[in-house]
């Protein structure tokens, strides 16, 4: 069996929750105590993958990456950056197709936390930095620990996306979801099955940790 | 000194409401901030905590203006301690990590220790603030709050929900801690004779507006008495028996039978403050525990 798609695949996942989960936490941060009248934009096109099809926002980062376009020509010929059919490209778009799941249950902890910690930390003195990582994060463990395990899981489970800018690179860009539907077209359902079961399994686990994982918090009364 | 004078548009139930407050508190004052919920008593400490800006005016602190039309200044500068409704005890860190918190980096090194110590917090340093009761974590609030080495403190019904000997030990504390550190008070409270015991002056507040402010004995016991002695409480019945009606009034946690005429009774109402005072008789002392 090739282990090369599955490899790719956490490779993948593991990458890009990183970066989300550094992103992520500005972002909610913003959204959270914000006023601005942005807001509902901002938070209607992190939300925008959640209901557009895969292939939808898979089309518009091909147009745009593609070197053809003023955009991808201008990352070209200022990074070097080719981002069609490359892994870097794949690690954008996941970011951005499982920005949602790192975001929502980090601004749903903050938003729950009251006013009163970090306003008493500020009037101790301390700036905001200090109290994101030393009041406002801790207390949200949970929440942290839901929005990593779901980008992970939600990036393992693309297909749609990975397909349309990623396409079918052997070791590059063919990961576990799109080696399952290539065997599949070939006739090799054994193949594809080994590919299935083994996600199949690692996502039953994983969601399975998420909810033991509630189900603790809540019954230990912390947040 | 802290000056202030300042509107301030509040959604409140009954729709808007202007907060207009034109008020100077004198260094070192112990003050009440008293009246009906939704009267601006929270919103008037949060402004000068700064975690709301005024619409318009200024506040004042020492000479150096905090706000104004052209600058705020930041919470973190403000050197206010507030202790809020909910505690806001920080639930990741411990007791003592949560004092440490709150000291000046600069400030005294074993102040944190030494309030543990002074708030007899020494068997809960390590605990978190979730298996905590209410009075141990009201303790907690105040400690930190005075490891902040504040100037200004705010004090948000630090009292309520608590039961009566916790109550006055407390009080005791603030007491305590508003001399001996100098500090400017101003505590919202809607326990008259905590008020008494502890404020050197109340305001009145009623729909954003000042309704009076003084000596809370003048303010609260407008009628002028000459009891030996008199307490406040509050209606909780009105019984009629006879001729005569039954006032059972609530004294701290201690319900008192009073007898009425039925003249007196008509201006009563259950739930209205009162002041229980005799002095026709010289009273009886007992000793307690015997």
């Not at chain 2, 729709?15 to 070192?28: Q, R, S």
């Not at chain 2, 305001?203 to 004995?217: A, F, R, T």
Request: aromatic share 10%; glycine share 6%.
């Amino acid at each position: 069996m090739d282990w090369q798609p599955l490899i790719l695949t956490f490779q993948l996942a593991f990458v890009t929750t990183l970066l989300l989960f550094i992103i992520a936490i500005p972002i909610s941060h913003w959204l959270c105590f914000t006023k601005s009248k942005a807001k509902p934009f901002i938070e209607t096109i992190i939300s925008m993958p959640l209901v557009l099809p895969p292939t939808v926002l898979g089309f518009y980062f091909l147009i745009a990456f593609s070197p053809g376009n003023a955009f991808g020509s201008w990352l070209d010929s200022t990074f070097g950056l080719t981002l069609v059919f490359s892994f870097s490209g794949l690690v954008l778009a996941s970011m951005i197709y499982s920005l949602p799941f790192m975001v929502h249950p980090i601004l749903s902890g903050l938003s729950n936390l009251p006013d009163s910690l970090s306003n008493a930390s500020y009037l101790m003195g301390h700036g905001k930095w200090r109290t994101l990582s030393k009041v406002l994060l801790p207390n949200i463990r949970t929440s942290l620990l839901s929005g990593i395990i779901l980008s992970f899981a939600h990036t393992i489970g693309e297909f749609g996306v990975v397909l349309m800018i990623g396409g079918n690179i052997p070791g590059k860009t063919k990961v576990a979801s799109i080696a399952i539907y290539d065997e599949v077209e070939s006739m090799n359902y054994a193949a594809a099955n080994r590919y299935s079961l083994i996600l199949f399994v690692i996502a039953f686990i994983i969601l399975l940790s998420v909810y033991v994982l509630n189900r603790k918090t809540k019954n230990s009364g912390l947040l | 000194m802290i000056e202030m004078n300042i509107k301030k548009n509040l959604q409140s139930p009954d729709g808007t409401m202007t907060l207009n407050l034109n008020e100077v508190f004198d260094k070192g004052e112990f003050i009440a901030l008293y009246g009906p919920s939704g009267a601006g008593k929270t919103s008037t400490l949060q402004l000068l905590a700064g975690l709301m800006k005024p619409d318009e005016g200024f506040i004042k602190v020492n000479g150096n203006y905090w706000h104004n039309d052209s600058k705020t200044l930041p919470l973190q500068e403000r050197n206010v301690a507030y202790m809020f409704q909910d505690y806001a005890l920080f639930p990741n860190m411990t007791v003592r990590e949560n004092i440490q918190f709150a000291s000046k980096p600069n400030g005294t090194p074993s102040l944190a220790n030494d309030l543990i110590k002074q708030m007899q917090l020494n068997e809960l340093a390590d605990k978190r603030p979730t298996s905590l009761s209410g009075g141990q974590k009201q303790r907690v609030a105040l400690a930190r709050a005075m490891a902040q080495e504040p100037d200004i403190l705010l004090l948000d019904e630090p009292l309520s929900a608590l039961d009566t000997s916790t109550r006055l030990a407390l009080q005791n504390h603030i007491a305590e801690f508003h001399h001996s550190l100098e500090l400017t008070t101003i505590m919202i409270s809607h326990d008259i004779s905590e008020i008494v015991k502890l404020a050197d002056r109340v305001l009145k507040l009623d729909n954003g507006n000042s309704i009076g402010s003084g000596n809370p004995v003048d303010v609260f016991m407008q009628k002028e008495l000459s009891g030996k002695f008199k307490f406040t409480g509050e209606v909780i019945n009105i019984q009629q028996q006879g001729f005569l009606y039954i006032v059972t009034v609530l004294i701290q946690n201690n319900p008192i039978k009073v007898i009425a005429q039925k003249t007196e009774v008509e201006e009563l109402v259950i739930g209205e403050k009162v002041v229980v005072a005799s002095k026709a008789f010289n009273p009886i002392i007992y000793k307690l525990n015997k």
